[in-house]
């Protein structure tokens, strides 16, 4: 094999390789660290609300509109929701359901009673919620319920009962931490609930339960009352459409304008990150051709020793080995340089945005490196085939 390599060697480009090397270099870069900045940045505009899909806007009437004050009702009627189904720029709508009953609650942490009020539940078709639906179902005669608290709530606890009485804050790894006793009335009965806490919520003034517990309990407690949504969850195709607010503002209805300016910032950067990577791959595809011209050449220059060594016995996979070991080599140390680029760049821009936000997880570089492995074998067969290919048709 060392005789094969010194014999086949002679003609190597080393200028040809290395502006391979570089352009392939600059392309992975410029992909892994679109992605991997794209998965860092994100939660700093979907955290507030994780545990709701993408995409999704929280749609009520205006208050205070003339409409409003001449009589007319802040619920959706059954023809409103057709009305906004058949728009172009709506895939889904979801109702809100409310509780018809009194709800008395007591919140805890660590058994130390923080705050004891009256709330009221309201619940979304489960495909609306992003959260596995074994830990989001209530099977009627549990009292176990999973709940999704308002983060005002928390707030609250943090940054001022958690203060004045020395006790620790909690942040969104520790929800398990607080207790939630509820004792729900109506119908002549009352009975009494515990909430298990999936997740917080940002957008939500009220508590979230499973739809199949909105509809067991007002069965109980409140069977004769039958009320329609004052708010609607809706998916939407863009959130960056002007399409959407200009038909709202038209119909009298108003939208979580943080939630939509969030969505909006989501899609460009989506958008943005999406034509980064697309301007790496193009690099990496262009560096690949130069890979390939610069072996198609290096086999052309040795074209009649490539057939002597055929021709004495060497198998044409032995005789591509070289060029095949070649290729891959400087594939393997692209990628390696590739990741060890991005891994520092993360670090220089994660201090930034942890530093303006605190609470957002460190994440993972893993991700960026299964798919700079990926991209290295989808390469590596290509070059690898193609080497063997042009020797055995010589």
């Known amino acids: 094999m060392k005789l094969l390599w010194k014999l086949l060697r002679q003609h190597i480009s080393i200028g040809q ?5 570089f352009a392939n270099l600059f392309g992975m870069i410029i992909v892994l660290a679109g992605f991997q900045f794209y998965n860092d940045v ?14 999704y806007l929280m749609v009520s009437k205006r208050i205070g509109t003339t409409a409003t004050l ?13 009305q906004l189904k058949e728009q172009s720029f709506i895939k889904k709508i979801g109702q809100f359901t409310s509780t018809n009953y009194k709800i008395d609650a007591r919140l805890g942490v660590g058994g130390q009673q923080i705050l004891n009020t009256e709330i009221y539940f309201e619940s979304v078709p489960d495909e609306f919620v992003d959260i596995n639906l074994r830990d ?17 709530y928390i707030n609250m606890y943090n940054f001022g009962f958690a203060q004045t009485h020395s006790l ?39 508590v979230l339960v499973p739809q199949s517990f909105m509809e067991w309990s007002n069965k109980e407690f409140a069977p004769e009352d039958d009320t329609m949504p004052t708010r609607l969850l809706i998916e939407v195709t863009n959130p960056a459409d002007e399409k959407i607010t200009s038909y709202l503002d038209d119909q009298g209805l108003e939208i979580e304008s943080d939630k939509l300016n969030a969505e909006k910032t989501t899609y460009f950067l989506r958008m943005v990150v999406t034509l980064v990577m697309v301007v790496g791959l193009i690099i990496s595809i262009l560096s690949f051709y130069i890979l390939m011209l610069s072996i198609y050449l290096l086999v052309q220059k040795n074209t009649r020793k490539l057939q002597n060594l055929i021709l004495i016995g060497y198998s044409t996979n032995k005789v591509a080995m070289p060029y095949q070991l070649l290729t891959a080599g400087l594939n393997i140390a692209v990628l390696l340089i590739s990741i060890a680029v991005v891994a520092m760049l993360r670090s220089y821009y994660m201090g930034i945005v942890q530093s303006l936000f605190p609470e957002i997880n460190s994440g993972t570089i893993l991700y960026s490196m299964i798919l700079g492995v990926i991209l290295l074998l989808i390469v590596t067969v290509i070059n690898v085939t193609a080497i063997r290919n042009k020797i055995r048709h010589l």
């Open 17 to 21: 390789f290395c502006g391979f090397a």
């Open 42 to 55: 994100l939660p700093v505009f979907t955290s507030e609300d994780s545990f709701m899909k993408a995409d």
């Open 70 to 82: 001449s009589g007319r009702s802040s619920t959706f009627s059954t023809n409103d929701i057709e």
């Open 136 to 152: 989001w179902h209530y099977t009627p005669g549990d009292k176990v319920i999973p709940i999704i608290l308002p983060r005002t």
């Open 168 to 206: 620790p804050q909690i942040s969104e790894g520790l929800t398990g931490m607080i207790d939630v006793h509820m004792m729900a009335h109506g119908n002549g009965r009352q009975q009494e609930f515990i909430g298990k806490v999936v997740a917080l919520s940002g957008s939500l003034s009220s």
